[in-house]
C-alpha cells in the first residue's frame, strides 16, 4: 500500500498538474469504486481543483467551492498520468480524470478490488474520513510519545495503527525501527525515554529522507514506479538478505497477511530464527518478548 512517502510524491506530482485545472469529465469504468451517493459524482464535471491534500494514506482533490474527493489507492491502485483522452485499460482501469492539459489513469492491479473513492461536501464531512493519527513530521516529542504510549501495544502495530500515527503501515515501519534499533515486538509502554527519542528521530527522519529520494528518483516526471518494496530499503522485504550495518540476514514475522521485517542483532538482541505467530501472541504482554525465539 503507498505510505505517506509515496502519497507525498503523488500529492505534489498532481498538485502541479491539475491544481487551477478544471475537471473536464471523469469517467468511471468501475461501479464499485465510488462508495458515495450524495453529493452525486457528476457534481465535480466543470469544477476546478483547487488543491491536492493527504488524508492519511489517501489523496483528496479539492474542488471549487467545497467538494473533496477522497481517493484511497489502498494495497493495489496507482495512478497514472496520459496525454488527453486516454483509454481505460480493460482489465487494470478504474477511472479517467479528463484535464485540458491531460488524463489521470486510476488503476488497481489483482482481481480483488479494494481501491475506493469518496465524494464529501464541506470540511466536516471530510473530518470524518481522517483516522485521527498524529502527522508524524509535524509532531512534537512529547505528542508522540502521548500517542504511542497511550496503550501497550508491540511497536510494529502502534506504528501503522492510523488512529496513532498517520501515514505509515508494513514497509516503512520495518524501516523506521531498523533505523531505531528497536524490535518490532518491543511494547510501547516498556520504552524508556532514551528509547522513545530514538523512534521519534528515525521516524521523522526515515520518512523525510525517504520523500526526499522518491522526489528525486521522480524529479519533473509522474511517479510511474510507486511500491512498497525498493532495493535501497535496509530490512523491508529483504528476507534472507544481508543487514546493510551488520551483514546479518534479514528474518522475518509473519502473522496473518502481515509481516514484520528485522535484524536480529541490531534490533532484537541476536534472535535468528523466523518467527510465525498469530496477531494474538504478538500482543502479549511478555517481558522476554525481545529475546523470543518462537512461540
Known amino acids: 500500500m503507498p505510505e505517506l512517502p509515496d502519497i507525498v510524491v ?14 473536464e469529465r471523469l469517467r468511471l469504468a468501475s461501479p464499485f469504486l465510488l462508495r458515495s451517493v450524495t453529493p452525486p459524482i457528476r457534481e465535480i464535471d466543470g469544477r476546478m481543483v483547487i488543491g491536492v491534500r493527504r488524508l492519511g494514506k489517501r489523496l483528496v482533490l479539492q474542488f471549487d467551492p467545497d467538494l473533496f474527493l477522497i481517493i484511497h489507492l489502498m494495497i493495489a491502485g496507482r495512478l497514472r498520468w496520459r496525454e488527453k483522452g486516454k483509454k481505460i485499460p480493460g482489465k487494470l482501469g478504474l477511472a479517467a480524470f479528463d484535464f485540458p492539459n491531460g488524463t489521470l489513469l486510476f488503476t488497481e492491479a489483482g482481481s480483488k478490488k479494494r481501491a475506493s473513492m469518496f465524494l464529501v461536501k464541506g470540511e466536516d464531512a471530510l473530518g470524518e474520513h481522517d483516522p485521527g493519527g498524529l502527522e508524524p513530521l509535524e509532531a512534537t516529542f512529547d505528542s508522540f510519545r502521548a500517542a504511542l504510549t497511550r496503550e501497550s501495544h508491540t511497536l510494529k502495530r502502534a506504528l501503522t495503527d492510523p488512529h496513532l500515527v498517520s501515514g505509515i503501515g508494513n514497509a516503512y515501519s520495518d524501516e523506521i525501527l531498523h533505523a531505531a534499533t528497536l524490535s518490532p515486538m518491543k511494547l510501547t509502554r516498556s520504552l524508556s525515554d ?40 535496509a530490512v523491508h522485504g529483504r528476507y534472507g538478505k544481508p543487514c546493510p550495518a551488520c551483514g546479518t540476514p534479514i ?27 498469530p496477531r494474538a501472541k504478538l500482543e502479549a504482554s511478555c517481558s522476554r518478548i525481545d529475546r523470543c525465539r518462537g512461540c
Open 10 to 23: 503523488y500529492q505534489q506530482a498532481l498538485s502541479s498538474r491539475v491544481v487551477g485545472q478544471p475537471l
Open 194 to 233: 532514551r528509547e522513545l527519542r530514538r523512534l521519534y528521530d528515525a521516524t521523522r527522519s526515515t520518512l523525510q529522507a525517504w520523500i526526499d529520494r522518491l522526489l528525486a528518483d521522480s524529479s519533473d516526471r509522474f511517479p510511474e514506479e510507486v511500491t512498497a518494496f525498493r532495493a535501497e530499503m
Open 251 to 277: 528474518q522475518r514475522i509473519v502473522y496473518a497477511s502481515n509481516e514484520a521485517n528485522y535484524c536480529p542483532p541490531c534490533q532484537t538482541g541476536g534472535a535468528t530464527r523466523p518467527i510465525t505467530a
